[in-house]
């Protein structure tokens, strides 16, 4: 068989799409970014981001930012622990309950993600104009915020 290969119904599935889109994009950053070896984990670089943008922030509210289980965040934060790019500091009200902040390593490190970020962005920049981007990235927030 050769050509196109033929996907059905599914092919008009939003979800199929966004899948597939996602494949794709995730195959070409680990082909751009394969030289790198991270020390941590790739799928935390948005971690020690939004822990930047929400000083504070609890691992719970974390995850369900990011739509990963606690279990999951538990394992990135141990590790960007480990690597010193965060602190835990205990609630002052609660001291069961943990504080994330960055270290000075954390924040060099989540400058150097949003960096990295931007230049696996630039592929997709170079398919969608700068109104379809915006669109794109509206569309998908609305369906994040509605499942």
Do not use: C
Not at 55 to 69: C, E, N, T, V, Y
Not at 125 to 144: M, P
């Amino acid at each position: 068989m050769s050509g196109e290969t033929e996907f059905g119904p599914i092919a008009g599935h939003v979800g199929f799409q966004v899948h597939l889109t996602w494949r794709a994009i995730r195959k070409r950053m680990l082909l751009r970014s394969r030289r790198a070896k991270p020390s941590v984990p790739r799928g935390a670089f948005s971690i020690p981001l939004l822990i930047g943008y929400n000083p504070g922030i609890s691992p719970r509210d974390l995850a369900d930012a990011l739509f990963l289980d606690q279990s999951k965040v538990a394992l990135f934060l141990r590790e960007l622990e480990a690597e010193d790019l965060i602190t835990r500091t205990p609630s002052p009200e609660d001291g069961r309950k943990v504080h994330l902040s960055l270290t000075d390593k954390g924040r060099a490190y989540a400058e150097q993600s949003m960096l990295k970020s931007q230049t696996l962005e630039e592929p997709i920049a170079a398919i969608l104009s700068e109104d379809e981007q915006r669109e794109l990235v509206r569309l998908l927030i609305k369906v994040q915020q509605n499942l």
